[in-house]
């Protein structure tokens, strides 16, 4: 049997209308009040249980502070979701002090083992419009193919999803059979690994994704830092000059030569901790 009223005696702490139907009704115009009072209700009951099964005394600042506490961890995790869906980089979280000094960190692309080829993709965004990058270069650092896509208005990290799915339709489509993949989006490569679930929106793609590396004899997937993305980056970009697809021949473009020839020279890059 529930003590209700030892229940009624707790809500009289945090309530003071009789009405909690018409508390609640306002509280829908003021999402952040909600869930504030929503994670308030956990607490009470938590407390209200404690009290009950473990014969804890009543305590309404412990039942605030747990509210509160948990309030504020699941606006942190909402934040480094939308982080990861989004691909922006996080800064601070409900901090106001700098973050601390890292050191720089020295990156360059490296070529594929021998007999393996490796596939670079990335997505890019601005304002309305996204488009894709893939490009797969052999062992020895030679452009086997470089292509970009048009994708209209979509979201970020659905474009970072298409560029790979893209590359592995390449990659197949030229018969290779042990392939190495890069990109610079957390997100995409660690749903495609399980390590995080996967979101909704791109569920189906991942599960896609997932199917076309069941067709190579042997693939690996990583991440890797932007700066050594640079090719498939500068790719991705030139997909909002055009309509549909395109490929890019680096005998006509000299920019996509030489993010060619820095990366067969193992030209290393900074990347400035923050």
């Known amino acids: 049997m529930w003590d209700l009223q030892l229940t009624k005696h707790w809500l009289d702490y ?9 508390n609640l009704t306002l509280l829908r115009k003021y999402p952040s009040a909600l869930c504030k009072f ?10 209200r249980n ?32 939308y982080h990861q869906l989004t691909g922006t ?21 490296y070529p594929p083992p021998l007999g393996t080829f490796k596939l670079n993709f990335d997505g890019s965004s601005k304002s309305s419009s996204t488009a894709t990058g893939i490009i797969i270069r052999n062992s020895e650092g030679i452009l086997i193919s470089a292509c970009t896509f048009y994708l209209g208005q979509t979201q970020a990290f659905m474009a970072e999803a298409i560029a790979l799915h893209k ?20 997100l ?10 996967t979101p909704w929106k791109i569920n189906n793609i991942i599960t896609d994704i997932k199917h076309l590396l069941n067709l190579f004899t042997t693939w690996d997937i ?13 790719i991705a970009n030139a997909g909002h000059l055009i309509v549909g697809n395109m ?24 990347r400035r901790g923050s």
Request: charged share 20%.
């Open 14 to 22: 945090f309530i003071t209308s009789h009405d909690l139907l018409d």
């Open 38 to 47: 929503t994670f308030l209700i956990w607490s009470l009951w938590k407390e």
């Open 50 to 81: 404690d009290c009950t099964f473990n014969n804890a005394s009543f305590n309404p600042f412990r039942v605030f502070h747990k509210a509160n506490s948990a309030y504020r961890e699941g606006q942190t995790r909402l934040q480094l979701d």
């Open 89 to 109: 980089p996080i800064t601070t979280l409900n901090s106001t002090s700098p973050p601390p000094h890292s050191p720089p960190i020295m990156v360059r692309w």
């Open 167 to 186: 590359g592995l339709q390449e990659a197949r489509r030229l018969q290779i059979d042990h392939l190495l993949i890069e990109g610079d989006n957390l």
């Open 188 to 197: 995409i490569i660690n749903a495609v690994k399980g390590v995080w679930s």
């Open 222 to 234: 990583k991440h890797i830092f932007r700066e050594a993305n640079s090719a498939a980056d500068w």
């Open 247 to 270: 490929y890019i021949d680096p005998t006509n473009s000299q920019r996509l030569a030489t993010f060619l020839c820095n990366d067969y020279s193992g030209v290393t890059l900074v």
